[in-house]
């Protein structure tokens, strides 16, 4: 199956979707053996050339094989189209940059802090970044007003084991082209856990069948770290790629082909945008009307004086 075949279904799709159809992966299909080495081997051709230059093909396969067994019971469609979605970015699944997870028998391309880092460094407008967490005993200083690059200071007890070590929060910055620095993006335990229980569907459904699987389950530290550093993409240049992922990701949660956003990223930025100013206008109609204006009684009286002295006069 050549690339550009897949090219044009993921469009026929994309077009079905803007027509008002509601596509989504169909959890009834029937399971077939997609862990089998065999079976991904077929698309290779399609997978190089989705692939990046500087991302070879055998590099990507050998880091994707050892996690294909887990998505056994994942719908062959979602396995595909994930594998596709991942290369497409250029980041491996090695579980540093990417990970590709079943999620209620559909696979699912997940970056990973790392994987937002490494597309934040390739677009040329970031020279680096650091992401950290800041455990109980560190010492840390943060000072919003004092001047830019020294409001903040990190000392982490390096000796301490981090076991015994509650993370109080995550923190991310970036040194920008031109020697800047960004703002400083920071989430604490308590709103990590707050996105995780209001915005993770996967954690959702881990929670609700008892299986207790998901990244935030099994990866809670990374998936902090995460969201700190998604939340310094808003903060910093970002490339149309950079802003595809984010895109990505949020199909995977409503349930739509990820494949679709990862096609063209630019398209994908755009209509990502329109959704979120779609959701923000109907949000702001929400907002209560502002208080007229009260009259205030002092000024009424003293002018009332002033009057009363005019005409003693």
């Known amino acids: 199956m050549a690339l550009t075949t897949l090219k044009e279904r993921v469009q026929q799709r994309a077009a079905a979707v803007a027509s008002g159809e509601d596509i989504r992966h169909d959890r009834a299909e029937e399971e077939t053996p997609a862990g089998n080495g065999h079976d991904i081997e077929q698309y290779r051709a399609d997978i190089e050339a989705a692939l990046p230059k500087h991302v070879s093909v055998d590099q990507f396969l050998a880091a994707l094989r050892p996690a294909l067994p887990k998505l056994r019971k994942c719908t062959p469609a979602s396995v595909l189209q994930s594998v596709i979605t991942c290369a497409r970015f250029g980041l491996v699944p090695d579980g540093q940059q990417a990970v590709i997870t079943a999620d209620d028998k559909i696979a699912t391309f997940i970056a990973t802090y790392e994987g937002y880092i490494e597309l934040m460094w390739r677009s ?151 959704r979120r100013a779609h959701r923000a206008a109907e949000a702001s109609q929400d907002v209560p009307a502002a208080r007229l204006p009260v009259k205030q009684r002092g000024r009424a009286k003293r002018r009332r004086r002033h009057r009363d002295k005019n005409k003693k006069r």
């Open 124 to 274: 040329g407008l970031v020279k680096s970044v650091i992401a950290q967490l800041v455990y109980e005993g560190d010492e840390y200083e943060f000072v919003p007003t004092a001047r830019a690059g020294e409001e903040f200071v990190h000392r982490p007890n390096i000796l301490a084991s981090k076991k015994d070590r509650k993370p109080l929060f995550a923190y991310a910055f970036a040194w920008l082209d031109g020697g800047a620095r960004s703002n400083i993006a920071i989430i604490t335990l308590e709103e990590a856990e707050e996105i995780r229980n209001e915005h993770s569907k996967a954690y959702q459904r881990a929670e609700a069948n008892g299986e207790k699987n998901s990244l935030w389950h099994t990866r809670f530290d990374r998936m902090h770290l995460k969201t700190a550093v998604r939340r310094l993409a808003k903060l910093v240049p970002k490339s149309a790629e950079l802003r595809a992922l984010v895109a990505v990701e949020e199909a995977a949660e409503h349930g739509r082909p990820q494949v679709i956003a990862a096609i063209d990223p630019e398209v994908a930025a755009l209509e990502a945008d329109a």
